[in-house]
């Protein structure tokens, strides 16, 4: 028996070993999932089932694309550069780099994050003759994010849209989408949306890459979206060699399109797929899990399991009940006092909802003159000096990036005022050139 399948559970061993035809993986939550992926990759790879390059594997976020890659590596003894694991995004953006020119990109086209897509949608709204107020940038960005993860375009759209405020943001979407391609500029949802018309539309690539990736994992399965699903299908070949690994209970991004009837339907997209439970957690005791399943066997939707531990004993939990926000804070931070005896500072956590909801309990914590830290915040790339000097660099890569060109235009300050840089803007678009 190889080694790779040594010290794992009944149920994790049949999700490493079990590599052939479609898989469905329900990780409860503390229960090896990831120990399950990184091995089962390991062990494609140390049975050469495949080769690195014909694995993908991809996750939400660059941490877990790491930890999966570095994991791999670890458990084979050997640094491989040519394993696909990264995000839905990484993946794409890669993808996109080498076939753009197929649909009208340069190589080095630029990606707007989402505070470069909200200023431009922005300028949509404005060129519009629109009311900032009544279309909020913001929400109009939502509704053109929606309709791209679900692989409608700003053409359809158009034909669907009924009503005053719908052909408003049928108009939004089309403007925006003509000087996102002037930009020669996606956003982030144009990533995989794109790579999806590609892989769909143009026989010979889709061809290539199906014939090039012999398997496919994907973490966090719950949280994929329509557009995502679609990425994995049209990327699957007649093999039928996909791994999905999620939890239905987990599922909590449906606000921003993830769709929970991927992981329900997984056996009605994949005709005799196996699904496999882990159900053993490794992280809490059994109280917590006994209150976490009384809470979840309400939901509606889902496939069930049953989550048991070894762990036995733990606090009971406690629930207190408040009138404000403010006694809430105080109670909280009276019982972390109390606890600081069997219970240090850095082992503990104030969870909350919402980033407005940190004030109160900052408020009391400064009045304990108890230390604590924040967690979250502006990204480092978020910072407007982070922004402004790649703005710069972008621009050197990429003269067509009009966002780019509008935030450093005027910084240093330069005497430019707002209506020059409107005029420079028409006139670049009237004769056809970059600002």
């Known amino acids: ?102 649909i009208g990109y340069d190589s080095n086209y630029t990606i707007f994050d989402a505070k470069d897509a909200e200023t431009l949608v922005k300028n949509c709204i404005k060129e519009l003759g629109l009311s900032n107020t009544q279309f909020t940038p913001k929400a109009q960005m939502r509704k053109i994010s929606d309709s791209k993860n679900k692989l409608i375009s700003a053409h359809q759209f158009a034909q669907n849209s009924s009503g005053y405020f719908e052909d408003a943001t049928s108009k939004i979407y089309s403007l925006y989408e003509r000087r996102l391609k002037e930009c020669d500029a996606m956003d982030f949802d144009d990533l995989i949306y794109n790579s999806v018309l590609l892989l769909k539309n143009n026989e010979e690539i889709g061809n290539r890459y199906r014939n090039r990736y012999k398997y496919l994992m994907v973490d966090e399965y719950q949280d994929t979206n329509h557009v995502q699903y679609l990425l994995m299908k049209y990327l699957l070949d007649t093999h039928n060699n996909i791994c999905v690994v999620g939890d239905e209970d987990q599922s909590i991004y449906g606000w921003r399109g993830a769709d929970i009837r991927n992981i329900l339907d997984f056996e009605k997209d994949f005709p ?110 978020q910072r407007k000096e982070v922004k402004d000097l790649m703005a710069y660099l972008k621009l050197i890569v990429n003269q067509k990036d009009d966002i780019a ?31």
């Open 1 to 102: 028996m190889s080694r790779l399948l040594e010290n794992l559970n009944d149920a994790q061993y049949e999700a490493v070993s079990t590599t052939d035809g479609p898989l469905l993986v329900i990780a409860g939550a503390g229960s090896g999932k990831t120990r399950v992926l990184t091995r089962r990759v390991a062990n494609i790879l140390f049975e050469r089932k495949a080769e690195p390059y014909q694995v993908l594997a991809v996750t939400f976020t660059n941490k877990a694309a790491q930890e999966m890659k570095e994991r791999v590596n670890e458990l084979l003894g050997v640094d491989i550069p040519a394993l696909n694991v990264s995000t839905f995004h990484s993946f794409c953006a890669r993808f996109l780099r080498r076939e753009a020119e197929h």
């Open 405 to 435: 060109f509008e935030r450093v235009i005027n910084y240093p300050k330069r005497g430019i005022g707002a209506k020059s840089v409107s005029d420079i803007f028409q006139i670049s678009r009237s004769e056809s050139i970059s600002g």
């Open 272 to 381: 005799g797929a196996k699904i496999i439970k882990l159900e053993q957690n490794y992280r809490s005791t059994n109280i917590i899990l006994k209150a976490a399943s009384a809470v979840i066997d309400n939901n509606e939707e889902r496939k069930g399991k049953t989550l048991w531990t070894d762990q036995e004993g733990g606090e009971q939990l406690q629930l207190t009940l408040v009138d404000s926000a403010e006694e809430e804070a105080v109670e909280t931070i009276k019982y972390i006092m109390n606890s600081r005896a069997i219970t240090a500072l850095k082992e503990t956590a104030i969870l909350y909802r919402t980033n407005a909801q940190s004030r109160a309990f900052e408020e009391q914590l400064r009045r304990q003159s108890m230390p604590y830290q924040i967690v979250g915040g502006i990204s480092f790339y």
